[in-house]
């Protein structure tokens, strides 16, 4: 079945360290990729997607580029704040069948000042 | 304001002792859904609604129920509440069951089964 596999946080940076979180995914066919951020008490929000290979989703300074050679989702930040603590996870969705989504196991970032 | 409400936010409660989790979001939504979040696994999905009356299981759906009789109102039910299923417990919702991807979600409720 479709799986996706996140790196193990807590990750922890200083203010302005340049950010990536690994993401790699299982999955038959093309599915669509995406990047959710949930701050400390709240649900999850959507952060970016990219729905098909060489696409490069972008939202408040965070990248992330499919890759379909290696399956891979990395997300980066060239220069992270504070505020960005937060747990990301990596999703797709298959865009066939009831199209559910798949999560990641979550990333813990944490960014000191 | 657009908002998923759930409720309760906190609740602990015993073996066998059923129980209903509300949803209620604010934005006329066609899609709904429900996940349960646990350490190392993320969210997994329990329940969804494309509409009103149209239900279907998610990833793990067993010892609980939904109904969708408004467009609005999304509850979980736990018929028999066992200690597997002590989570973090979500409801989302999005326009479309198409962009269910643009989902919305509640605060969560933090259920405890002893």
């Known amino acids: 079945g479709d799986s996706v596999t996140q790196m193990e946080g807590p990750v922890t940076l200083s203010e302005e360290a340049f950010l990536t979180i690994n993401c790699t995914y299982t999955?038959?066919?093309?599915?669509?990729l995406f990047w959710y951020v949930q701050y400390p008490g709240e649900g999850l929000q959507l952060l970016l997607k990219a729905t098909k290979a060489d696409d490069k989703g972008s939202n408040k300074g965070f990248e992330a580029t499919y890759r379909k050679e290696t399956t891979s989702f990395h997300l980066e930040k060239g220069s992270v704040q504070v505020s960005d603590s937060a747990v990301y996870f990596c999703?797709?969705?298959?865009?066939?069948?009831?199209?559910?989504?798949?999560f990641g196991s979550g990333t813990r970032l944490q960014v000191q000042p | 304001e657009a908002q998923v409400t759930q409720n309760p936010r906190y609740l602990i409660t015993v073996t066998g002792k059923k129980l209903t989790v509300t949803c209620s979001q604010n934005?006329?939504?066609?899609?709904m859904s429900w996940y349960r979040q646990d350490p190392g696994l993320g969210l997994r999905q329990i329940y969804y609604s494309m509409n009103v009356e149209v239900t279907d299981k998610g990833d793990v759906p067993e010892g609980y129920k939904v109904s969708r009789k408004e467009k609005r109102n999304f509850p979980l039910i736990l018929e028999s509440p066992s200690p597997n299923q002590t989570s973090l417990y979500f409801c989302a919702s999005s326009l479309t069951w198409q962009s269910n991807e643009k989902l919305f979600f509640g605060s969560g409720t933090q259920l405890s089964v002893l």
């Open positions: 934005m006329n939504h066609e899609y």
């Open positions: 999955a038959t066919g093309y599915p669509s």
């Open positions: 999703a797709l969705r298959r865009d066939t069948g009831r199209r559910a989504l798949t």
